[in-house]
């Protein structure tokens, strides 16, 4: 016979939080109020003003499902489909490097260098990102500049796929041009600016990351050769070669890269302009030029 029993809202979100908590999810309660009020196709404020609300057997079915594959460390990102980034939705999913707030920093000394360096430049903005990712660089710096026309080199087909969906999504499609490729093969500039979040971890420290990354993440967007450093010595090869002269390359590093990477632009003929750390203090952003 069927149960009389009314399941309320609160009592998955309560269960749930139990739940994760259990399982070692740092984001528990945030974590169980989003994935049912995804259920419920609420917003989270919305949940709040709901959480009386009785659940019928088909939303507990699929809270149940979505419960299950957050437990596993699925990445709430892959669950939700979405991630917010620089106040832009962008779709994410398997095999696309999920964005960070961290990035927001990067995206942020380049808007600003791109406004010092050429707000009365006439003309196009030409920018050039290795590692497009979902597009959340690309995209952003396209919305926020309307001069700005980016071309961005991803080697995943299915990441390419989803950062021009996102580009599409966000009304710059036509000045965001995703290429399928590894490298800056066939690419001319000159460029006013060459951007990269690129892979930056060690192989040898995958052991020490959140399974949430380590299980699910593409490894292909996360880890480099020589000590991580393998894609900052390409880029600051390709910025001597593809840079306007009044142009400038920014790149994000791992926390303990500054000095490296600094010094590998250094001997390719880079100048540095400024590092930037990030929310916790940790370096972040190395931003340099090829002024002399």
């Known amino acids: 016979m069927p ?70 460390r699925e990445p709430m990102a892959y669950i939700l489909g979405q991630r917010e980034f620089a106040g832009r939705s962008f779709k994410v999913g398997p095999g696309v490097l999920i964005p960070r707030p961290d990035t927001e920093i990067l995206v942020e000394e380049i808007s600003r260098e791109l406004q010092a360096r050429f707000d009365e430049t006439p003309g196009d903005l030409r920018v050039l990102e290795f590692g497009a990712g979902s597009g959340a660089i690309a995209v952003t710096l396209a919305a926020e500049h309307l001069r700005a026309r980016v071309t961005a080199t991803e080697i995943s087909e299915p990441a390419a796929a989803i950062a021009g969906e996102n580009a599409e999504t966000n009304g710059v499609a036509d000045r965001v041009e995703i290429l399928v490729q590894p490298d800056f093969a066939d690419i001319a500039g000159p460029f006013h600016a060459i951007v990269s979040n690129p892979p930056y971890i060690d192989l040898s420290e995958l052991p020490t990351l959140a399974p949430d990354v380590a299980n699910y993440e593409p490894h292909e967007a996360l880890f480099a050769e020589d000590g991580g450093l393998q894609w900052y010595k390409f880029l600051a090869e390709a910025a001597k070669r593809l840079l306007a002269p009044d142009g400038f390359i920014a790149v994000e590093i791992g926390y303990k890269q500054r000095e490296a990477v600094e010094r590998i632009f250094a001997e390719t003929g880079l100048k540095l302009v400024r590092s930037i750390k990030d929310y916790a203090g940790h370096d972040r952003v190395v931003l340099a030029d090829t002024a002399t």
């Open 3 to 72: 149960s009389d029993k009314i399941t309320t809202a609160r009592e998955i979100v309560d269960k749930t939080s139990a739940y994760f908590s259990s399982k070692g999810i740092g984001s528990a309660r945030l974590d169980a109020d989003l994935l049912v009020a995804e259920v419920l196709g609420y917003d989270r404020l919305r949940l709040f003003m709901n959480l009386d609300r009785p659940m019928d057997e088909v939303e507990l079915t699929r809270a149940r499902d979505l419960v299950r594959r957050r437990a596993a």
